[in-house]
């Protein structure tokens, strides 16, 4: 408290502000909202990553499911003698399968292509491709003598995509095959599953173990080790990426590699 010059005592600067503060607040509500924020926003998201996939609506369920099980089922009636219709029957039904998903995520689930894995690549891509490739063919190299040393059986030609076919036709394989597998296995399920869950580890996993149970219809344990290894790789760089090319690219490098190797070498 101070004392002025005619003996009035005047309220410290503190208290006159404090004066001053609730003079304006009865005018608070003429010039301001209040809002109140519901408990639920404050909450903190305890749900597992797991539990958040449980959420998925029923169309992408079973669009995922289309994506991810109709090759394999489609081998495994092929392997069992109950469906033959020849290796242009086959690719037809391969683009068939992905054009149907196609289509359920862009006309009924309203997504982009690049919703679906489609995102316009950047230059560095296409070293992504080149090393991916690279890393893939070495992988099959490089895990041949373990493969051996196991004593894992495996197959030259099952499943490869010269066989019993010329080389125009083998070549349109390995080029389907690596279009069709990226976008049924990696780019349609991955983007779709992480709509719901934001972990990646659990999403990639999911994709690579299913593309890897896939091949056990026309592979034996010996090449399915090596198919594993590459498919953690093809994996890895679209998680790193989140673009479709680089791995189609590779994947379709290495049919094509694979298939001049039957005819050539």
């Not at 001053?20 to 408990?39: A, G």
């Not at 991955?190 to 869950?197: P, Q």
Request: hydrophobic share 50%.
């Amino acid at each position: 408290m101070t004392e002025s010059r005619k003996g009035v005592v005047n309220s410290s600067p503190a208290t006159a502000s404090s004066r001053s503060v609730f003079r304006d607040l009865k005018h608070f509500p003429n010039h301001y909202t209040i809002r109140t924020v519901p408990n639920d926003t404050m909450k903190t998201d305890t749900r597992s990553p797991v539990s958040n996939l449980a959420e998925i609506r029923p169309l992408t369920i079973g669009t995922v499911a289309i994506a991810l099980l109709a090759l394999p089922l489609f081998a495994v009636l092929e392997e069992t003698a109950i469906l033959d219709i020849g290796r242009v029957g086959e690719l037809a039904i391969e683009w068939g399968i992905t054009a149907v998903v196609v289509g359920i995520a862009v006309g009924i689930e309203d997504r982009s292509f690049t919703d679906i894995g489609f995102r316009r690549p950047a230059w560095i891509d296409i070293g992504y491709l080149i090393v991916t490739a690279v890393a893939a063919l070495l992988v099959f190299a490089g895990t041949d003598p373990l493969v051996s040393a196991l004593g894992l059986p495996v197959s030259e030609d099952s499943g490869t995509m010269a066989t019993g076919v010329g080389l125009t036709l083998a070549l349109a394989g390995a080029v389907t095959t690596g279009v069709v597998e990226e976008i049924l296995f990696r780019g349609y399920p991955i983007e779709r599953l992480l709509d719901y869950s934001d972990n990646v580890a659990l999403v990639g996993g999911i994709t690579w173990a299913v593309f890897t149970a896939a091949h056990t219809v026309v592979w034996p344990v010996g090449n399915l080790v090596q198919i594993a290894a590459v498919a953690a790789v093809f994996t890895v760089v679209y998680l790193r990426r989140r673009t479709l090319y680089p791995v189609i690219g590779a994947h379709v490098l290495v049919w094509v590699f694979a298939v001049l190797g039957q005819f050539y070498g």
